[in-house]
């Protein structure tokens, strides 16, 4: 482990680019690349997740389990750590975030994370188990089979689930079903993007595919209820909120097993 601020912005030079900004106290910070006015999304996520875990767990917050899935570079997992959770265990598709994730955690001291590569696809829930607390941060949008995902992360959730997403303008209607006359209501609607151009350039805000779907509210809520949810709550997005979570075009979840 660095042993000196120089050691640590040493090292924070070498595993650059950041994507998120890290308070490393005495050893300083990481700078993101990411423009001043996007900046504050991450700040604003966390305060919404925070108060949903807080509110839900309380001073049970050192007795629980969390997994993040989709971890990134471990911004949340790493907060949740800081709350003083049990154990909170990290996964990503991206080697590359690991390194920064265990790299922050070793210099913060933070003993109760461990981080590991993975697929939310292909999440074990016979292996890990259940986690009273799940978290799905900024993963859904660019998932190219996100209800598959849904079910796996129900499944390894035995609380709450605090998902966060890019939403679409909302489209509700009838199909017809069969015949003319047979017609069923579709409940909100997936969006299609073509993620090729940064996937295929290996921009590491990307899926694992080049296909990313992007859900409308009532699509992302009728989801969450199919994957097994019992009940979903809206986050409501604090003043002074990233711009995007202020119109609701990204949203934060509570769903509730």
């Known amino acids: 482990m660095p042993t000196s601020a120089q050691e640590v912005q040493a090292r924070i030079a070498a595993l650059g680019p950041w994507f998120y900004e ?23 996520r966390l305060e919404m997740v925070s108060r949903v875990v ?4 309380g001073d049970r917050l050192p007795k629980i389990r969390c997994i993040d899935v989709g971890c990134h570079e471990g911004y949340y997992s790493v907060a949740m750590a800081r709350k003083g959770v049990r154990e909170v265990r990290g996964i990503d598709l991206r080697e590359s975030n690991l390194v920064k994730a265990r790299f922050v955690a070793e210099v913060l001291g933070l003993r109760n994370v461990v981080y590991e590569q993975g697929n939310c696809e292909d999440l074990p829930a016979d292996d890990i188990g259940q986690y009273e607390l799940c978290l ?11 209800m598959l995902c849904l079910r796996k992360i129900c499944r390894v959730t035995s609380e709450l689930c605090v998902i966060e997403t890019q939403v679409i ?35 590491p805000e ?21 994957a097994g949810f ?28």
């Open 136 to 146: 799905f941060l900024g993963l859904l949008y660019h998932l190219e089979n996100p």
């Open 206 to 226: 990307t899926g694992a595919s080049p296909l990313a779907t992007c859900p409308s509210p009532n699509a992302l809520r009728f989801m969450l209820e199919q």
């Open 22 to 44: 890290f308070d490393l106290g005495v050893h300083g910070r990481t700078a993101s690349v990411l423009p001043p006015g996007v900046l504050p999304i991450h700040q604003t």
């Open 169 to 203: 303008d909302e489209v509700d209607g009838v199909a017809e079903w069969g015949a003319r006359e047979w017609t069923r209501p579709y409940h909100g609607v997936l969006a299609l993007i073509d993620e090729s151009g940064e996937f295929y350039h290996e921009n």
């Open 230 to 257: 019992r009940r979903v709550e809206f986050v409501e997005a604090p003043p002074g909120a990233y711009e995007q979570h202020r119109r609701g075009k990204r949203v934060v979840c509570a769903a509730y097993k």
């Open 54 to 57: 807080d509110g839900h767990f």
